[in-house]
């Protein structure tokens, strides 16, 4: 399994096989708070190469509902290709919406996507779940955000084995920011069951400010699979950083990278 990082821009048609499914999943930092037509312009940029994206932070109002569908209509301007499903708000403290956009000429959601119960009650945003084929090969994905740092987000990590279990007929891949680095004990039971994080010394935040040229702080964001029932071709960060003069312009777009993951079939 080969980890990249991108500094701008990534061409998935060109680097890879035909019988892959492309996945992007970004925290886009508080989507209907403000959100300006160039921070929709801009996710769109980096979102429209996937087979699949998977979004998280948007705000459980009429704004992120509402900034949520202008990013989706830009998105669908061109080849009008796309469909998505919008969570609604998750029910715990922090509440936001989650969001799944896919090419509907390529990938086939089963059935309605749902807000988990499993684990609803010991987290603050529980995930939001869909069942996707794609050439008669199923697989579940799990949207997550943990809560940050300051609450403890080791405490909620500790409960995704829960969903494994729940799912178990489920080819599983939990994605999302998880707001801890993959190296924490809190995943020993998740890795026991057959997961593996499929991006490895790779930061996804970017920090206030640069220091000794080092513009990234953490790696929170990942892609949680099963071993067992997948062939990862690659993942990594697309680090959009450089585009920008200074971090904190950088930052008014998401103060987390997209992140990839190519599931080869």
Not at 58 to 70: A, R, V
Not at 112 to 123: C, M, P, V
Not at 201 to 215: F, S, V
Request: hydrophobic residues 35%; charged residues 25%; contains cysteine.
């Amino acid at each position: 399994m080969r980890n990249y990082i991108i500094a701008f821009g990534f061409i998935f048609n060109l680097c890879f096989a035909q019988n892959s499914v492309k996945i992007v999943s970004w925290n886009v930092l508080n989507l209907g708070f403000y959100t300006s037509n160039e921070k929709i312009d801009f996710i769109v940029s980096y979102i429209k190469d996937a087979d699949i994206v998977v979004l998280q932070e948007i705000k459980s109002n009429k704004y992120g509902t509402e900034d949520f569908k202008k990013l989706f209509s830009k998105l669908n301007q061109s080849e009008k290709s796309w469909e998505y499903t919008l969570s609604g708000a998750t029910s715990g403290p922090g509440h936001e919406q989650y969001a799944y956009i896919w090419k509907k000429n390529k990938i086939k959601l089963k059935e309605a996507a749902w807000l988990d119960q499993t684990i609803e009650k010991e987290i603050d945003r529980e995930p939001y779940l869909a069942r996707f084929e794609y050439n008669n090969k199923n697989f579940t994905l799990a949207n997550f955000h943990a809560v940050p740092q300051k609450k403890a987000p080791w405490e909620e990590i500790k409960q995704l084995p829960q969903l494994h279990k729940a799912y178990l007929a489920d080819n599983l891949i939990l994605c999302g920011d998880f707001n801890l680095t993959y190296k924490d004990r809190a995943y020993a039971e998740l890795y026991k069951n057959g997961y593996e994080a499929s991006l490895k010394n790779q930061k996804t935040t970017i920090k206030g400010e640069e220091k000794n040229g080092e513009r990234l702080a953490n790696d929170f964001d990942n892609f949680y699979f099963e071993k067992a029932f997948f062939n990862i071709q690659s993942s990594g960060a697309i680090d959009f950083t450089p585009k920008f003069n200074s971090l904190k312009e950088a930052r008014l777009m998401s103060d987390h990278l997209p992140i990839y993951l190519v599931l080869k079939f």
